[in-house]
């Protein structure tokens, strides 16, 4: 209702000939094209939790109000819980089957950033008809290493398999000279300056073939660009912590931002130490961050540098713990090795992870939560689940079942801070993650009560339950739970949007 005083603010302004712009600050009675109504908005960053109804025009956020408001078209968001929509940092699945899945998860935003991508403008050759959601890529180190040594046109991972490219190959086993090395920095200047969302290092994947040299280079850039390194450390025996301590020294003397993919499938045993490690650097004056998926298993390609060293002590595993993802055999030493020679471009399901350990750092609260979804292309072919399903596994079985982190914790994990870890690069992040006057509309509605992952191992094609609305852009593409295929708002997100 208005005050007196805004009423003769209003008369006084109208005898002077100026009418309007107080009334639609101060009312409702404009008419917006969406509103949401009625639902628990929920914004990790000012930490408002109350009934909110959100006004939308375009493609932003106009108006957050308990007032009543003109709408094109209301959702009715009663019982539900209203979020911003969740930013995955690390997936290897833009294709139009892995966003529609991951729609339905809640996802509005899904990145490659572990691995990358090179140039970003040829990232998502599979989404050339449009995508539903928002997607992006790092500049992928290894990438420019391959089509540096092997002269092949490679801009991602998707793009492998007709190239012939395998991580036992020339770019993944062989260290670089200088001269490469130096065209190797170039190329990652080259990357960044076309919208790179920092640097993708598969450092694990390429352990013997990375000199020192190398990989001081490539912090090197990291620091004068201060673009974040997205790095999949070392491996050593299981819980072995050189390889995390190699990357925190680098990025202490180079100033390079540095994010840890996947802590504690990288970590194991020593899920704790590596935490204990990653704050004390954060305190000591390192730009350094950290992800969790909520699956108890790895999932790579066969060929992975780490199966052709003593993979089973260092994950502390054998072969009947590895099935291939495509039909979910459990492999004995013969099929193994028979697998390795003839396919060696499939996806492998490896696990070695104890519940404990991820327990641990999904209740931890300065922990992204990620997926690391492979690709998904037909529904033909299995996948590890968590492309599919980890926001809503998060959000259900950790946080409502398990009360290991409350509500908002969880939210912000998914939405706010991966948003804060790119919004440096990137300033089109500082409208993401948010549910404020200005921010994207990015928006994720769901039901707290029933949100579950469905997903299993042995079929993932499950899609979750309780994610009722996913706004990209201002624009819907999950409509009363479901994924609205013809709806394709996403774009490509690099450093280079306003």
Known sequence: MNSPRILFACFLLAALGCTGPIIEQNTTSKQYDLVISGGRVMDPETGLDAIRNIAINGERIELITEDTVNAQRTINAAGMVVAPGFIDLHNHSPTPLG????????????LELEAGAHPISKFGSLLKNGSALNYGASTGHATIRVQLMLGLEYPHMLDAPNSGVTFNGKAFTEKASPEEIEQLRAGLHEGLDGGGLGIGLLLDYMSQAVSDDELRMVFEVAGERKAPVFVHIRRGLAGDISGLLEVIELAKQTGAPVHICHLQHSAMKGTSEFLKHIRQARADGVDITTEVLPFNAGSTTISAAVFYRDWQ???????????WAATGMRFTKETWHEYQEKHPEGSVIHHYVDEAWTHEVIAADDVIIITDGLPAI???????PQGIGSF?????????????????SALKKMTLMPAQRLEKIAPVFTRKGRLQVGADADITVFDAKTIIDNTTYRKPY????????????GELIVEDGSFIPDSLPGRLIS????
């Not at 002590?313 to 099935?323: H, K, L, P």
């Open 462 to 473: 499950q899609a979750s339950t309780g994610v009722k609305y996913v706004l990209v852009n």
């Open 392 to 408: 809503s596994r998060i959000l259900g079985r950790y946080t409502r079942d398990k009360q290991a982190l409350s509500l908002m």
């Open 495 to 498: 450093s280079l949007n306003k």
């Open 99 to 110: 966003h529609r899945y991951q729609a339905l998860d809640g996802v509005t935003t899904s």
């Open 313 to 323: 002590a260092i994950f502390d595993i054998s072969y009947e713990d590895v099935e």
């Open 378 to 384: 037909s529904e033909e072919i299995g996948v590890p």
